[in-house]
C-alpha cells in the first residue's frame, strides 16, 4: 500500500491555466507538507498542514493555495501557472509526537508549464 | 538560521569502493540531520537521523554518517559502493526535532561505476 500518494505524476499545461495536485497519506500522519524542487534539486518546503489547519506557509505566492478537507487530504491549487512554477512538487506527511518519527514523501508531480 | 552545504553535486565511484558524501551544516541550537535519498522519479526516503544521541549513526543500506561538531559535519559514508546506490543524496537539517523547519542541502548525485 502507498504510504503518501499524489496524483498525476506529470502535468504538462500552458502559461496562464490553472491547476489541481492532490495528495493522499494513509498513515494516519497529523501534519503533511508540499515541497517544490526546482531544476537545480534544490527542495524547500511551501506548506505545512497541521489537523488541518496551515502553521507553515514559507513566502509562496498566493497564486498557490492549499486545500485540506481533512488531516488525510491536503491538495496544492495553483493559479495563473506561470513559467517558473516548473518544478516537482512532493507532498509529505509526518507525526509531530516526538518519538521516532519521520517524514513520508509521495514520488512527486512533475509540472511542466509552456 | 539554518543551512547546509553538501559538497560537490556529484560523486562518481567504482563498484566496490568507499562512498563519502560531504556535508555541513549551520546552526545556531544544537541540530537534527538527515540523510535521504532520491532514486529517479521517486520521493525521499529516510537513510538516516542524528538526534544528539550517539555520533556515529547507522542507517539503512550499509549507509552511516558521523556528527563531528567541531567541524560541523554529517558526512555519509558506505565502505563498498553497489550499483543500487546510484541515486540522489539529499542532506539536512533542522534545530526543533520536529519536520516543519527541515531545511535540505541541494543534494550530491552518486554514480557508480560498474
Known amino acids: 500500500d502507498t504510504a503518501v500518494s499524489q496524483t498525476p505524476k506529470y502535468l504538462v499545461t500552458q502559461m496562464g491555466n490553472d491547476k489541481s495536485i492532490k495528495c493522499e497519506q494513509n498513515?494516519?500522519?497529523?501534519?503533511m507538507y508540499w515541497y517544490k524542487q526546482d531544476s537545480k534539486k534544490f527542495l524547500k518546503i511551501m506548506f505545512s498542514?497541521?489537523?488541518?489547519?496551515?502553521?507553515i506557509n514559507e513566502t509562496v505566492p498566493n497564486r498557490f493555495s492549499p486545500k485540506s478537507p481533512d488531516k488525510a487530504h491536503l491538495n496544492l491549487h495553483i493559479n495563473s501557472l506561470e513559467l517558473g512554477d516548473s518544478a516537482v512538487y512532493f507532498c509529505a506527511s509526518s507525526q509531530v509526537s516526538g518519538g521516532n518519527e519521520k517524514l513520508f514523501f509521495g514520488s512527486g508531480t512533475q509540472l511542466s508549464v509552456l | 538560521a539554518q543551512s547546509v552545504t553538501q559538497l560537490g553535486s556529484h560523486v562518481s565511484v567504482s563498484e566496490g569502493a568507499l562512498v563519502l558524501l560531504r556535508c555541513n551544516y549551520s546552526?545556531?541550537?544544537?541540530?537534527?540531520l538527515f540523510w535521504y535519498v532520491q532514486y529517479p522519479n521517486q520521493g525521499l526516503q529516510l537513510l538516516l537521523k542524528y538526534t544528539s544521541a550517539a555520533t556515529l549513526v547507522k542507517g539503512i543500506n550499509g549507509f552511516e554518517a558521523e556528527f563531528k561538531k567541531s567541524e560541523t559535519s554529517f558526512h555519509l559514508t558506505k565502505p563498498s559502493a553497489h550499483m543500487s546506490d546510484a541515486a540522489e543524496y539529499f542532506c539536512?537539517?533542522?534545530?526543533?526535532?520536529?519536520?516543519?523547519?527541515?531545511?535540505f542541502g541541494t543534494g550530491t548525485k552518486l554514480q557508480v561505476i560498474p
Open positions: 498542514y497541521n489537523n488541518k489547519e496551515l502553521i
Open positions: 498513515l494516519g500522519h497529523d501534519t
Open positions: 539536512a537539517v533542522s534545530d526543533s526535532g520536529g519536520y516543519q523547519k527541515v531545511t
Open positions: 546552526s545556531s541550537v544544537p541540530p537534527y
